[in-house]
T-cell receptor
Framework: GAVVSQHPSRVICKSGTSVKIECRSL??????MFWYRQFPKQSLMLMAT?????????EQGVEKDKFLINHASLTLSTLTVTSAHPEDSSFYIC????????????FGPGTRLTVT | DQQVKQNSPSLSVQEGRISILNCDYT??????FLWYKKYPAEGPTFLIS?????DKNEDGRFTVFLNKSAKHLSLHIVPSQPGDSAVYFC?????????FGTGTSLTVIP
């Protein structure tokens, strides 16, 4: 089955620094990747949708200059949290969708970011 | 390899009847299971969860059943309503990580 990995699984950084999270589709080509942020009470918020080779589409309220998304290849997307603040501490999940055009999304295991 | 599997890509149910969505997993160390509901162009939203120490959790029209020996969980929706039409993802937690299934698209026919 399709596998999506995220790296790192956990990261602690100091306020003001930048952190990069990688999302990789290991055995399929992901034409579309999604980045989510998990809030308390378990709901996931879609942050942005990225298609390979084009700019990401950000959801309303998500700062594109703060959360930089790059989808340079069909197997890799990165999320960079720039000038991190403690309120950016959260669980970030990516998912990937292939060429089927269907609804299937393969989720990564998530990255726990803690900003001190 | 997928540790959480939803083998039925789609399901159609008549309004008022029961919808049963299934999920299988391989890792016996999972300690918490969740179901998410997702509408098109939106992120998944949490629906219901169950701890590995329980075998049933009910919330209104939604009930989740966990069979640890079979490594199987299911979500029952009764009665089904047209607004329930969405994609449903099951997820399992191990430590600090979540593993999601690929989703089942539910269509409730009025």
């Amino acid at each position: 089955g399709a596998v999506v990995s995220q790296h790192p699984s956990r990261v602690i950084c100091k306020s003001g620094t930048s952190v990069k999270i990688e999302c990789r589709s290991l055995d399929f080509q992901a034409t579309t990747m999604f980045w989510y942020r998990q809030f308390p009470k378990q709901s996931l918020m879609l942050m942005a949708t990225s298609n390979e080779g084009s700019k990401a589409t950000y959801e309303q309220g998500v700062e594109k200059d703060k959360f930089l998304i790059n989808h340079a290849s069909l197997t890799l997307s990165t999320l960079t949290v720039t000038s991190a603040h403690p309120e950016d501490s959260s669980f970030y999940i990516c998912s990937a969708s292939g060429d089927s055009g269907g609804y299937e999304q393969y989720f990564g295991p998530g990255t726990r970011l803690t900003v001190t | 390899d997928q540790q959480v599997k939803q083998n039925s890509p789609s399901l159609s149910v008549q309004e008022g009847r029961i919808s049963i969505l299934n999920c299988d997993y391989t890792n016996s160390m999972f300690d918490y299971f969740l179901w998410y509901k997702k509408y098109p162009a939106e992120g998944p939203t949490f629906l219901i969860s169950i701890s590995s120490i329980k075998d049933k959790n009910e919330d209104g029209r939604f009930t989740v059943f966990l069979n640890k020996s079979a490594k199987h969980l299911s979500l029952h929706i009764v009665p089904s309503q047209p607004g329930d039409s969405a994609v449903y993802f099951c997820a399992a937690r191990f430590g600090n990580q979540f593993y999601f299934g690929t989703g089942t698209s539910l269509t409730v026919i009025p």
